[in-house]
């Protein structure tokens, strides 16, 4: 048995920031409006509500559970939770992956954390400096093509304020300093003041985005009214070419009005015809649960080990569900209540509706919303306060994705803060390079997003709700749960954390493999999968040798470290 | 935006304020003792190196 845990949090709302801003993070403010968007508002909101009880809460919930169980028993680490929840040899090398995905995570996260400062700055200078703003589309894309490297390999790593290089370095070196003070001054402080300074500044551009009413009266479509029925209205208006292609959406206060105007938008395209999408239509698109669980899960970032790790260093009576919960209110607040009304809204608003429709997370974060902050009075500042709120959402996440891989290096080695941090620093500084270095067409970044951020995250998260159910046992779960619980939960999630959360995830799960690995529905197989054995791609291949390397070096420390007997009772 | 899409966005986003704000009404007001286990109260807190 391991030594009993030392570690430990300074105070129970500091757990729950640290929680809600590791869950905070680009997604919310940025993938969530465009995909509800895309699905109808009504009707992604009804399988998102739903996913989130029976996927996001019990998830949650297990990961508290089984966290602080094992680290009253000396365990912090995934591999030494699972240890310790499953007697059985192999059982520490599964949860290794707790290590795994978040340490590879980390690698390419604080790139893109890195470009949220570098836009952050470019805001500020602009503010002084009005030539820096961007006054087109295509001038907005080619700045971030040149920021992030996307031309040409190794391209980014210049020292330039409008460059990745310096922004790299300094988020890298600030990660790991703060992660060094260890989890309550480093991870504490930083969620403690950074969490309610995030949702300060959202609440000041939410005032302005919702005030900015139609900024052209020449482009009256384009308006903040449109942008909110564009992302709420609960059917969609379409208009479809005669292959299916849908050719544009139509937005109007006036359902009648809105009718009438995909009418005249169809018959001025041959064969063009208009298609009403629904609720409940929508619901029964499985693309639209896809959507909405997927959402959810990634979100709140359960099932990648840090709950797992967080919940380690709480007391033994310490609250776990209404921790769990406030920490998973606090993540949809900042994302339905903020994200969900100023993104959207304020892009319509400057570009309409065919600016924004079918741009993905990185073409609406750093293509539309750049040139909406350049068009809008006061638009520099708006600017840099609103980057500045991903980049805090993004440093808030980051710091919880290096604690599972420092807790591993202490308890695996027995090593301190120094030498763990240290060891850690090298590894990611190695990992963030060959990401930052292969960034054409943001290869590199995308691979691993796709295999580890993904496909890792939803493989991990199976195992863990199984575990709680099956074999940690819901029994035994459950009172671990409600030890010193300040709020207790209706007997109805018993059977959905034993029953129906892990069937809702494997569905989701199974859907998910055949559409975006397989292929299915398509021609071939996604991108990710041609990459790999089709086409050869070298820098596909690398990153996953990259991950094979992070996973090899971390199993060997586990199967050379005495900390996990085969025998739990030596 | 339509009335249907303005009740959407009302329920939504009314559901997850209300929810928010009552979480952290909760744990504020819940009483120090039974909640606040201030293992790391110290000035020194044992995560970090020590000489």
């Known amino acids: 048995m391991a030594s009993p845990q030392k570690d430990s949090w300074g105070s129970r709302l500091g757990v729950i920031m640290a929680v809600a801003g590791s869950a905070v993070g680009l997604g919310n403010f940025i993938r969530f409006p465009g995909q509800a968007a895309q699905f109808g508002g009504g009707a992604f909101m009804i ?19 089984m966290g602080r169980y094992a680290g009253q028993r000396g365990y912090n680490s995934a591999a030494g939770v699972f240890h310790c929840l499953v007697p059985w040899r192999g059982s520490k090398y599964i949860g290794v992956l707790g290590a795994i995905i978040p340490l590879v995570i980390f690698m390419y996260y604080v790139v893109i954390e890195a470009w949220t400062l570098g836009y952050t700055v470019r805001f500020a200078r602009a503010f002084f400096d009005p030539t820096l703003r961007f006054s087109t589309v295509a001038e907005s894309q080619a700045y971030f093509a040149g920021f992030v490297g996307k031309d040409g390999d190794g391209t980014a790593l210049r020292l330039d304020l409008d460059a990745l290089l310096p922004w790299l370095v300094i988020v890298c070196g600030l990660n790991l300093v703060l992660i060094y003070r260890g989890i309550s001054k480093g991870i504490q402080k930083v969620c403690e003041i950074g969490m309610p300074v995030l949702v300060i500044l959202s609440l000041v551009v939410l005032a302005r985005v919702l005030t900015l009413g139609t900024p052209d009266p020449a482009k009256p479509e384009q308006n903040v009214s449109i942008g909110l029925g564009y992302m709420w209205n609960p059917g969609k208006t379409l208009v479809v070419a005669a292959d299916g292609t849908t050719l544009a959406e139509v937005v109007d206060a006036d359902p009648a009005a809105q009718q009438a105007k995909a009418e005249q938008l169809a018959a001025a395209t041959a064969g063009a015809r208009v298609e009403r999408k629904t609720v409940l239509s929508q619901l029964a698109d499985p693309d639209l649960w896809l959507a ?279 | 935006m339509q009335p249907a899409g303005l009740f959407v966005m009302i329920a939504s986003v009314g559901t997850v304020t209300v929810l928010f704000v009552w979480c952290v009404w909760k744990v504020l007001t819940q009483p120090a003792a039974e909640v606040e286990h201030l293992h790391g109260a110290d000035f020194e807190t044992p995560d970090v190196e020590r000489p």
């Not at chain 1, 399988?47 to 009880?53: R, V």
């Not at chain 1, 009304?341 to 924004?356: Q, S």
């Not at chain 1, 809702?504 to 559409?515: A, N, Q, R």
């Not at chain 1, 820098?539 to 470290?561: D, M």
Request: net charge negative; proline share 4%.
């Open chain 1, 292 to 570: 909405a669980a997927g959402q959810i899960f990634f979100s709140l970032s359960v099932g990648f080990g840090v709950i797992l790790v967080y919940a380690s260093y709480l007391g033994p009576r310490d609250d776990l569900v209404l921790s769990g919960l406030t920490a998973s209110a606090t993540n949809e607040f900042c994302e339905v209540a903020l994200g969900g009304l100023i993104t959207l809204p304020a892009a319509v608003a400057f570009l309409g509706l065919a600016g924004v429709a079918g741009q993905g997370t990185f073409g609406l974060g750093f293509n539309v919303l750049p040139l909406v902050f350049s068009e809008m009075p006061a638009g520099s500042l708006f600017g840099a306060m609103f980057f500045f709120v991903l980049f805090i959402a993004a440093i808030t996440s980051s710091l919880s994705m290096l604690q599972p891989g420092i807790a591993l290096l202490e308890e695996a080695l027995g090593i301190g803060r120094k030498g763990s941090v240290g060891l850690l620093g090298t590894l990611t500084a190695l990992g963030t390079g060959f990401v930052a270095w292969f960034s054409r067409d943001l290869k590199a970044l995308d691979t691993l997003d796709f295999w580890v951020g993904t496909f890792l995250i939803f493989v991990l998260a199976m195992i863990q709700i199984i575990l709680f159910g099956w074999f940690f046992g819901i029994d035994r779960g459950w009172e671990e749960l409600h030890r010193g619980a300040a709020l207790r939960l209706p007997r109805f999630f018993r059977p959905i954390l034993r029953y129906v959360c892990p069937a809702f995830l494997v569905t989701i799960f199974g859907l998910w493999v055949m559409e975006n690995v397989i292929g299915w529905g398509r021609a071939e197989p996604s991108n990710y999968v041609t990459d790999l054995f089709e086409k050869g791609n070298p820098v596909a291949w690398l990153s996953i040798g990259l991950v094979v390397i992070v996973a090899a070096g971390l199993a060997f420390t586990i199967a050379s470290s005495k900390k996990y007997p085969d025998d739990l009772s030596a």
């Open chain 1, 47 to 65: 399988a998102y509500a739903i996913s989130f009880l029976i996927i996001g809460l019990p998830i949650g919930w297990a990961e508290w559970a």
